[in-house]
């Protein structure tokens, strides 16, 4: 008897933030492929019995070689009949591989159950209280990601109200001047919200002209929301650090 294969989103960060039914999931698991940003502390209410593999992507790594393992890992140890858990940060149907995974188990003949998380794209600014849509500021919103767009692909973003990048710090210097060149105002407002939802939250308040400019210093990984709710937003809570432009 094969087993099930369910594919999890672990939320934006804070280990309290996982859905109820995620829970239910992972503490009946035999094994559990997890990624490189989902807390530890989540990890802590998986069966001391189930095995847990780091299936983590790092910088200057083969994606797609380590995307196969992932593939062959899921495949494998359902045929054996383990309930599997392949546990994704945030929510595995946005900006992940989520959708070739599941592509994957349908080809193999694997059942599988999505069970969503909270997107980093709306849930890290939500914490902070930042709105993505504000009537009469911000009708509607984008999330792309920042590490797999050219120069070309930016201009397609220049007229929306907000847009939320993710993975996008390593390049936020020639991304700042692409959506500039695009039509993005210099001095739109923008913010860079590090490690949202966890103690080591940290937001970075700039422009687009000061990104472009080089002089915003920022750790991954970040939420950016670039658009005129960040000027309308009130600022983090006083529980949080907020930097200068």
């Known amino acids: 008897m094969t087993g099930t294969v369910y594919l999890v989103g672990a939320g934006p960060g804070a280990a309290d933030l996982l859905t109820v039914r995620a829970l239910r999931i992972l503490r009946r698991a ?42 062959e890992l899921m ?21 992940g591989r989520g959708g070739e995974e599941l592509d994957h188990l349908r080809a193999a003949g694997v059942a599988f159950e999505v069970v969503p998380g909270v997107s980093s794209a709306v849930g890290v600014p939500a914490a902070v209280g930042l709105a993505l849509t504000l009537r009469n500021v911000a009708s509607g919103f984008a999330v792309v990601a920042g590490e797999a767009l050219s120069e070309s692909d930016w201009a397609r973003y220049a007229a ?3 847009l939320v990048v993710l993975m996008g710090v390593r390049r936020r210097v020639e991304t700042a001047c692409h959506l500039v060149a695009a039509g993005r105002r210099r001095d739109e407002p923008v913010v ?54």
């Not at 209410?45 to 992932?70: L, S």
């Not at 495949?75 to 149907?93: I, Y």
């Open 30 to 71: 035999d094994v559990v492929l997890v990624d490189r940003l989902v807390p530890a502390a989540v990890l802590e209410v998986v069966p001391p019995t189930a095995e847990v593999v780091d299936v983590g992507k790092v910088a200057g790594g083969d994606h797609d070689e380590t995307q196969r393992w992932i593939h």
């Open 160 to 162: 929306v109200d907000t």
């Open 192 to 245: 860079f919200i590090e490690r949202g939802t966890t103690p080591a939250e940290r937001c970075v308040v700039a422009t687009l002209a000061g990104v472009a400019a080089g002089a915003v210093a920022v750790t991954a990984p970040a939420v950016w929301v670039i658009g005129d709710v960040v000027a309308a937003w009130g600022g983090a809570p006083l529980s949080r650090v907020q930097a200068g432009r």
């Open 75 to 95: 495949v494998t140890h359902a045929a054996k009949g383990a309930t599997v858990v392949r546990l994704q940060g945030g929510d595995p149907m946005v900006l």
